[in-house]
């Protein structure tokens, strides 16, 4: 069986509250070929990992910088405390904070002297990826939060172009993955599973994806 990766990110959402009330609600199995991870707020990331979750938890962000006078940040030394990984480049960050491709590559380089494993998020095949990150998402931007996926055929398309250009052992698509489209990407040959938003802030919707990706 190919392994698979099921990352959910939960970006700016969900109070401690709320985390406490979705672990209440998930309740799902999966095979060891499988890694399901979960991407939080830093302030939530605590809160879960003291309840010693089923999957591997997730930051969405990181400082560019080490730890020291940079206020506001979260050092990936930090991060390391409570999670294995983090996402580095999503779109929204792209956007909405400016994050070049140069900011980003220090962020990768801080994750990595942490020992932070990092899922690079891309918006299409010709994007820059630093070398030794862990996962590349491929993430068209206008797919997220759309309800709009890319096809899987074309998903899987761009994947294999991204695989035998940057030599990424494993990318993943991400762009409004649901619990019901989500077999039709995971099927696809090149594709290594999925990163889902919207669909993992749901606890059972999110479970029910993790079951039916198989
Ligand atoms: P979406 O978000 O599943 O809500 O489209 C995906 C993402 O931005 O990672």
């Not at 409004?176 to 039709?184: E, I, L, P, Q």
Request: hydrophobic share 40%.
């Amino acid at each position: 069986m190919k392994s698979l990766i099921i990352a959910g990110n939960w970006k700016s959402n969900k109070t401690v509250k709320e985390a406490e009330d979705w672990m209440g609600t998930f309740h799902a199995a999966w095979d060891t070929d499988t890694t399901v991870i979960l991407c939080v707020p830093y302030m939530v990331l605590g809160f879960l990992a003291a309840k010693k979750p089923q999957f591997l938890l997730g930051a969405q962000d990181v400082s560019a910088f080490g730890d020291g006078a940079y206020t506001g940040e979260v050092s990936a030394r930090q991060i390391k405390e409570f999670a294995e990984w983090v996402i580095i480049g999503h779109s929204e960050r792209r956007k909405n904070f400016g994050e070049t491709d140069e900011a980003l590559a220090k962020k990768v380089e801080q994750a990595k002297n942490s020992g932070l494993k990092i899922i690079y998020c891309v918006p299409d095949g010709n994007t820059v990826i630093p070398t030794g990150v862990d996962v590349v998402a491929y993430e068209p931007v206008w797919a997220i939060g759309t309800g709009n996926s890319d096809t899987p055929e074309n998903a899987n398309t761009v994947i294999a172009g991204i695989k035998a250009k940057s030599q990424v052992p494993k990318v993943i698509y991400g762009g409004s993955v649901t619990a019901a489209n989500v077999a039709s990407f995971t099927g696809q040959p090149s594709i290594d599973g999925v990163l889902p938003g919207g669909a993992s802030l749901d606890a059972e919707t999110f479970a029910a994806l993790i079951t039916n990706a198989r």
